[in-house]
């Protein structure tokens, strides 16, 4: 816990929550798919690397390689060409691969629904299976927690742990499950709207109960 950091109750967690969601209205994932076998490629290719770089290029990958089947016949210089403008794509086009070789070997091609058998696949942890199940399978285990939930979590005072895997044991604790499948998106879009390096605390809706942790 830093010093001095504020814990919002959970009753003020949600109302600057909902505070949040109305402000900025629709809130939804940021990156473009069909189907869960997309979402998951898609969400591989995104760690550390930016939303439009992702949506840029699997449009492409996607008309070339339509199954797990099609990807877990790929080699990993066939996949660096269509991907080769993310962050780290030798690795991520090895774990692509691999994971789809076990959708093929295990699952009959399909992504499976459960977090087990999805954390149990190459390059997919925790979030990115948090992230496959509520947006591929609409079902809601978890909160996916990436750098912009820990950063805003613990600015708002909602969580004040270091880890993705207890910021996201706070949440769950603290926020309705009503909240959970859209929380993450909604935490980005203000950390890119108001609540980035410079907060501009001043024209923000939560300003009056938000602690500015760290600010
Ligand atoms: S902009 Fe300021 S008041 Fe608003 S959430 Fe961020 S730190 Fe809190």
Request: overall charge positive.
């Amino acid at each position: 816990m830093g010093a001095g950091a504020k814990l919002l109750t959970k009753g003020e967690a949600n109302k600057a929550v909902e505070t949040l969601f109305s402000h900025y209205g629709k809130v939804k994932y940021y990156l473009d798919f069909d189907g869960p076998l997309q979402l998951m490629v898609a969400a591989i290719l995104s760690a550390q690397t930016r939303d439009e770089t992702v949506n840029k290029i699997t449009p492409a990958l996607f008309a070339k390689y339509k199954s797990a089947k099609d990807f877990s016949k790929a080699t990993e210089s066939d996949l660096i060409r269509y991907i080769k403008s993310v962050s780290y794509a030798g690795n991520k086009a090895l774990n692509i691969i691999a994971a789809c070789k076990e959708l093929v070997s295990q699952y009959g091609g399909n992504v499976p629904d459960d977090m087990d058998s999805l954390v149990a696949l190459p390059g997919i942890g925790r979030k990115t299976a948090n992230t496959i199940l509520i947006n591929g399978f609409g079902k809601v285990e978890g909160i996916p927690v990436d750098t912009w939930v820990m950063k805003l979590s613990y600015r708002i005072g909602i969580s004040l742990a270091k880890s993705p895997e207890a910021v996201e044991r706070d949440l769950m604790e603290k926020l309705d499950r009503k909240h959970w499948p859209k929380v993450a998106y909604l935490l980005k879009m203000h950390g890119k709207e108001l609540c980035g390096k410079k907060p501009l605390c001043e024209k923000c809706p939560i300003a009056r109960i938000c602690p500015k942790n760290g600010v």
